[in-house]
Every structure is written in C-alpha cells, then in structure tokens.
C-alpha cells in the first residue's frame, strides 16, 4: 500500500468531482452529462475507497498530509488530512453524491427547461465542497469550504427546488449559513490570534491543537464556535431553515443536507479538541442541546404531514443523540456519535433517496395523498421500511450500535437526559411507524400510486448499496469500531489530560 | 529607483488620450472601432508591462517622471499599480462591451471612453494635488458630457443636475482643502508653495490648520467615492443616465479611496487619527442605512446603487483602521468591488438591452434564456458578499482582522453583520430579476441568447474575478509593503 499512500490521493479526491463539475457546465446541453456526472462521482467514490485502504488503522495521528503554501502572507495554506474519525465520511459522502446523481437521472431535463449539465455541474460543486470540509486540516481551508457549500446548494434548491415557496426557502438558508459563518470566522480569528504571540496567526488545525489556550479564550472561542456550527447542525433555535428545505428542496439534495452533518462533525474536529477546557465545563450546554433537539425534533416529526417533513424532524432527534453522546467525552460515546453520524448518511440518505424516486412516481410525499404504496411499490416500500428502522435504531442495523453506545454513555453521565433520550426513542418509533402505516399499507387514495411501476433495476441497484452497508454493519459493526478506536481514545485522552 | 527603457507613466496617460482624439475626428465605421478597441487593449498590455517591472520589495514611488515648468510629477507604487491594472481592464470591458449595434454615434463613446480612461490614469499616476484636482474636475465633466449625451431616458435632467452639484461641490472642498494644507506648510521654515506630495511630506506638519484640511479634503473625496451620508447624487444618476457605461465609470474605480490612500492618509496623518472614531461610527451606520434602503428598491439600477454605498462603509472602515492589514484589505477590497459592480452593472445593461426595463416587478425567467448572464451576475454578487473564492473573501478577511484588534469584536460583528443584510438584498434582486416567473409582457422570444462578444465580455471578467479570488497571493505581494509604509505614518504620532 505504500505506493498508494505517496501519491497525493486527498487532492486527486478533491480535484475529481471539480474537474466532473467543469465538464458538466460545459457540456450543459448534451445528455452526455449526466454520465459524465455519474463517471465522476463513481471514480470519486473509487479514490475514497482507495484513501479508506491506504490508511494506517493503528495511527491515532492525522494521516496522508498534504501541504501547500496558499496564501503566505497571512500564513494561510492548503493542508488537508484524515484521521480516523474523519476518515469514513469520505467514501460516506461519495456514495451519497452517487445516489444523487442517480436520483437526477433524465429528471432534471424533463422538469424545468433549464440545461441538466448545469445542475449536475452544482452537485459535483457541492461535492468537492463537503469533501473539503472533512479533509480540511486549516480552519481558513475549513471556512472556505464550509462557504463554498452555500452558492451550489442555493441554486440547486432555488432554481430545481419543489414548490412555489423554494426560493425564499434557498434565501433563509442562504442567509442563516452566512449569519452562521460571522461567528465561525471570529471563533477562527479569535484562535489565530490568541496562538500567535505577536507573530503571526496561525490556522493550521495541529498547531492549534498541540498549544494550549488560555482559559477565558477557550470560552469565547467554543461559544463562538458552537453558534457558528450549531446553524448548520441545527441546534433547536437556529433549526428554523430546515423544514422549509426539507420542504422545497429537491429530495435528492436533501438527502445530502441530512446524511451529511457537517455540524456535527465541526464541533467532533474543531470545537471541542480546540477549546477543551470550556467544553468539558460546559458539557451541559450540548447535553440540553442534545435533549431538546430530541424531544422536540420527535413530537415534531409524530405531527408532521408530510413524509419529508417527517424525516427531517427525525433528523433533528438524531442530531440531538449525537450532541448527547458528545456531552460525555468518553471513547465510546464518541464511537457511537460518528457510528450514528454515518449511519445517517446511509439511512437518512437512503430514506430520502426512496422518498425522491416515490415522488417522482406518484407527484407527492404528502401522508394524506398516498396509501396502498406497498401493494403497487413493494421493493420501494421494503428499502423505506429497512432505512426507516436504521433511522429508529433496530438491532440489526447500523443505527443500533451507535445509538446504543450513546445512550450507555448518556445514562452513564447524564443520567436524566439519557432517560430523556430512551423516550425520544420511542417518540422516534412511533414517528416512523404511524405514518409509515398510513402512507404504505391500506387501500391506495390515489389512482396515481396504484397506476405507479416499482423500482427500475438502476434504482434497486443503487438502494442495494447503502440497504448491504446498513445490514452489514448493524450485524458486525467491529471494524468500523477498531478503526474509530485510536483516533477516539487520542481525541478523548487529550480532553482528559488537561 | 526602478525605471523602464521608455517613458511609462506618460504612455499610460498619453496614448488613450491620442486614441481618443483620434476617434472623435474619424467616421463612425467598423474601422473605428475596431482601432478604439485596439488602443484599449495596448493600454492594459502597458499597464501589464508595468506591473512586471515594478518593484514591490520596498515601499519607495518608481518610475519617477518630473517636468517642473507644468509641476508635472508621477510616479507609482503597489497600490496605483492595483488600481492602474483595473482602471485599464475595464477600459477594455467598457470597449468591447459599449458600442453595441442600436447605440448611438458608438465610436463617439468609445472616443469619450478613452479619453476618461486617460484622465483617470493621470489621477492614479500623479504626485501633485492640483494635478490630481484638475484631473477630477476634467473626468467629472466628461462623465456628466456621458450622461447627457447617451442618456436612456428623458427624465434625466434631474439626476445629471444633482450629479454635478455634488461632485462640484466635493471637488471645490477638496481644492481648498489642498489650498489650506499648502498654506499651512508654508508657514513653517523651510516651506514653500508647492502641492507636490514629496514636499508637503517634508515638511513638518503643524496642526493648526490640519484638522480642517483633513476635513476639507475628506469630504471632497468622500462625495466621489460615495461615503453615506454624501450619497445622494448616485441613486439618481444611477437610475437614469447610461445604463452601465456612467457608472462604471463612476464606480469600477474608486479614485476617492485611492485619493485617501494617497494623498489624505499621509498629509493630515494627525488629524486622521483624531477623527477616526467618527468617521468610522458614520460609516457603521452607513453599512446599515444603505443595506435597508436597498431592500426598498423596486429598480435594479437604483439597487445597485445603494449596494455601492452600503459598500463603500466597509472600505473606509478598512481604511481608517489605520493598521497594515486593514489598510491592504481596503484596498483590495475597493478593488474586488470596482470589478464585481462593474461586471453585475454590464450584466445589467445586457439585460436592459432585451427588456428596455430594469424595474424589478417587470423581470423574471431570464435564467433559462441567458444562464452566463445570470451566473455571472450571481458571482459579482457573491464577490461583493465577500463568498469564498472570489477576492472579496480575503480582502474582507484582513479588514475584519484589522478591525478586531483596532476596535474591538463587537462593532467589528455587527459591521459583519451588515454585511449578511447586503446579502439578503442582493439575492433577493437576483431572485426577483433572474429567477422568478417570467411576466406575461415579456416573451421568451423577445430575451435574444447570450452572443458571442457578451460570452466573451462576461467570460473575461469572471476569469479575473475567480483566478484573483482563488490565487490572490500577487496582489497582497504588490501591495504589502506599500500599505505597510501607509501605516507607519500612524505608528509613528503614537
């Protein structure tokens, strides 16, 4: 393998899905697009997969370093790295993009008479972007990255969006991001300047990370941290851009704002090793935080009519169980946070990639307009059933280590929120079941569901994917915890050594 | 001191002077144009040249040119450079992009473009305060000759008279208060009448008189650039006039900031740190004022001008940072605006040119017929947002760096804030223009697809929007010690 490893593979994973994006816009007219889009993000996923080999699973340290200078003036350079915990949302996130591409195919052309190449263009934009975010190892690489999400994903939601209201949905997405990333800027500066002595700022993620900061500072910087990314988590306040996404966006595109926690994973790299002091003090801020979301996010997707609607309040609850097991800063607490995190890109991304391909079949996700989905959609309705329980963490899928390992956590340390948590869970179920109920089983409502064709082979094909890793790693979920262990017992043991 | 084989700075102010004359005595053909647009081009390939041999190791003024008879003194460092480059960029935009098929008498326009261009490059050039005044005083009256001669509608009188009221005006300031400024060097031994810069540096200041000419000079510039509340001129000269050709003339170059930079910075140094709290609270409250009567805009036009405004704040906020970085960022970012406005202010004016209209309640649905007009706006936009990617995200990046460690997190926020409510006007105008629903008086027949000098003219500016905004390393390197040496006049008083 060490051959693989000297090659700049980070890069080459980054630079692919851009040079896919150029050719896209290029040839925005030609059907020859979308193959070009698929080809990319298949050779992406391909380069993930190769980063996931080439990697040294007993080194807890960041891995595959590559360095450049950017901006030497302001002591600003492209540094990328993985470590372990970073690692698995590569070929996570590559196999998301895929689903998406697949879920555009020969839709875009029909809906809107604008040009496919450019919206196939925009997702492989939005790719290089979220890979950037996971491999970024300078916090001014990270921000930029962060931001450069926000210009593809406006258009994609206003331009392909659902619904009359999506443009002012891209607009209050825009803006909550850009009003987000005020306070994650100065967290950043903050940190620069509070390491810098009189010299000059440093943004280099492991500097940053092997000098201590001043107490007070860690405060401001975590604080300021946690407003920057909780706008993208969502924390509960700052949720408010989420439903109307899930509402307006293109399924497949939400599917990506939900598998994908960019959030979540800022506070696990940035917020917490940065700032340790304050984040162990305040280890009940993102316990709250982790409740409410849960509770709230349950009761909320229980009344939601829509079947979207539903799964993005269930990705609420998830991400409060996610804060939950952050809050206690133990090994396996934080297995199982980045457990369930990539159990969303699998489940929740794969429940919304069914939900797109059932839209596209019957014009609606509303609860009220469907029923007797099974009896017409059999296959559609088994891989909503097996991705909907990954999501409510049923032994046997990939949500129930992860889920379990939080809540061990949670009941160990915050016993009272973990209690709050096993009833979320059963809100969760419930959430799921009782629509799932309504809108699959019973006699069809609508003459459009029992007129609809089951999955196509291309699209059982691409279910089978995420429907094998949910199955698979629900049944043995240890590799996936040795290779996490390392880099968690270094992330933990550093929080505890102060 | 670095000199070239030939005379620079002259060629740069000469020959779209001799272009220009040339132009206005020809006929109005194809040849015409095609020779305006050839010495638009020569321009920017001198103005290249330049950037080339420039030294910016070091913070002296090269190329020194000196004819004592007419006072005549030029010379350049890294921060004329960044704005001689930009000047001759959108000289060659303006070229390709004004002389379209329905204008009237193009090659007069193009003449009268190169002749600006001219003006503007002895403006950037010169080490003299007269000579920077009458340079301004000569563009002012050919941009007001642009916007009666070419304007686009018959309730033009209004905005052409405030326009020249105003800057007028703000040109009488600033020649008394370089008046004020000489006087007051010469009463010093040792001093004598001169408005050169190099000898008004000499001599020691006395404060006496420093206050007011600091106040005189900097509204004089203030009303150019537009710095609120001295806007008042550009909303309306926006919303008539030429489309896009006046105010990019107007706006793509910021000669206010770069007379600050040049000229008010160093000479009323004292006074300067005296009234930077003021200034900087005028343009905080700047930012918000103009970002909300932005979003009550029903015009295009009219928006973009309070865009500009809104703008403008955040530059001089950078610029009275007095701190090396913030100064840089200043720059840098009068620079990224200059550009992007004019790249949003041509897209505008192609989509004028198929809608006859720029009220917003009157467009829609131009994305599917013209989508690189519409990306192109959108990314001028983003650049203004400061986005990732584009030269605003750095240059905005030093300014708040610069302002945390001069005034503190707080106003610094809110300034950043401000910043996001521009956002929201501008998407918002995009939505409404580019996006919404196309209205039943406007078929898609009528919106023409993009054409092949618009694909180019549109290309060309985000070519060197994006490479400048993802490589943006030469221009922090040629303006670094410049603004450097800008700061130390600061350091020193304290």
Known sequence: ?498 | MTQAGYPLLATLQWLPLAGGLLLLVMREDDLALILGRLFAIAELVIAIDLHARIDVSGSALQFAERFDLLAYHAAVDGISVLFILLTALLGVLLSFYGMARQQISPVQLLSVLLIIESVQMTMLTTMNLLWFAAASAVQLALVGYLLWRWASSSAENLALSRFLQYQFFGWGLFVAGAVVLVWSHVDVPGGRWSFDLFDLLQTPQIGKYQSVAFYLLFYGLAIRTPLFPLHGWLPNSAGYGLIAVGPVLLLGVKVGIYGMARFLLPLTAEAVMIWQPYVVAFAMVGVFFAAILAFRQINLRRLMAFAVVSHTSLIIIGLFTLHPAGLQGALLLAVNFGLAVTLMLLMIGYVYRRTGTTELARLGGLFDRIPFITIAFLVGGLAILGMPGTPGFDAVHLVLEASIETFGALPTIATALGNVAAAGFLLWAFQRAFLAPRPRDLPAARIARTSRMEYFVAGAALLVLLAAGFYPEPWLRLTDSATAALADYFVRHD
């Open chain 1, 1 to 498: 393998m060490t051959e693989i490893a000297h090659w700049p593979l980070l890069s080459t994973l980054l630079a692919l899905p851009l040079l896919g994006a150029l050719a896209c816009a290029l040839l925005r007219r030609a059907p020859l697009a979308q193959h070009i889009a698929l080809g990319s993000g298949l050779l992406t996923l391909l380069c993930s997969l190769l980063i996931v080999c080439a990697f040294d699973r007993t080194d807890p340290h960041f891995q595959m370093l590559e360095s450049a200078d950017w901006i030497a003036d302001l002591g600003i350079r492209y540094l990328v790295g993985v470590d372990g915990l970073s690692l698995l949302f590569l070929p996570a996130t590559a196999l998301l993009f895929v689903g998406a591409v697949v879920a555009g195919w020969r839709v875009t052309a029909a809906a809107a008479p604008l040009s496919p190449g450019l919206y196939f263009a925009m997702l492989l934009l939005l790719e290089a972007a979220t890979l950037g975010v996971f491999c970024a190892l300078d916090t001014i690489l990270f921000f930029f990255c962060w931001e450069f999400t926000l210009p593809p994903l406006y258009l994609l939601v206003s331009l392909w969006g659902l619904g009359a209201s999506r443009q002012s949905a891209a607009v209050r997405y825009f803006l909550v991001m850009l009003a987000g990333g005020v306070p994650l800027l100065f967290g950043f500066l903050a940190l620069a300047f509070a390491h810098a002595d009189g010299a000059a700022p440093v943004f280099a993620l492991p500097t940053l990370l092997a000098t201590p900061l001043p107490e007070a500072t860690q405060y401001l910087v975590f604080l300021l941290l946690l407003l920057g990314l909780g706008a993208k988590v969502p924390l509960v306040p700052l949720h408010t851009w989420l439903p109307p996404m899930a509402i307006s966006a293109p399924i497949a595109v939400t599917a990506l704002l939900a598998g994908l926690k960019l959030g979540a994973y800022g506070l696990i790299r940035l917020a917490i090793p940065l700032a340790p002091l304050a984040a162990r003090d305040l280890h009940w801020l993102l316990a709250g935080f982790g409740t409410v979301a849960i509770l709230y996010g349950g009761v909320a997707a229980l009344v939601h009519s829509n079947l979207r609607g539903m799964l993005a309040y269930s990705s609420l609850a998830h991400v409060g169980l996610v804060l939950l097991g952050l809050s206690s800063f133990s090994v396996y607490g934080l297995q199982g946070v980045v457990l369930q995190l990539l159990n969303f890109s699998l489940a929740g991304g794969g429940a919304f990639l069914v939900l797109s391909f059932l839209r596209r079949r019957t014009g609606s996700t509303d609860i009220a307009q469907l029923g007797g989905v099974l009896r017409s959609m059999p296959r559609l309705s088994a891989f909503f059933l097996l991705f909907g329980l990954a999501g409510i963490g049923l032994p046997g899928t990939s949500g129930f280590p992860g889920e379990l390992l939080i809540i061990v956590a949670a009941l160990h340390d915050h016993t009272g929120a973990g209690l709050a948590a096993l009833f979320g869970m059963v809100l969760a179920a419930a959430a799921f079941l009782s629509p799932f109920r309504q809108a699959f089983f019973g006699p069809p409502a609508n003459p459009e569901v029992a007129a609809a064709a089951d999955l196509l082979p291309r699209e059982t094909a691409l279910l089978l994917v995420p429907a094998t890793l949910v199955l698979g790693v629900g049944l043995y979920p240890m590799p996936i915890l040795e290779l996490l262990r390392p880099a968690a017992e270094a992330w933990v043991a550093a929080l505890a050594g102060l």
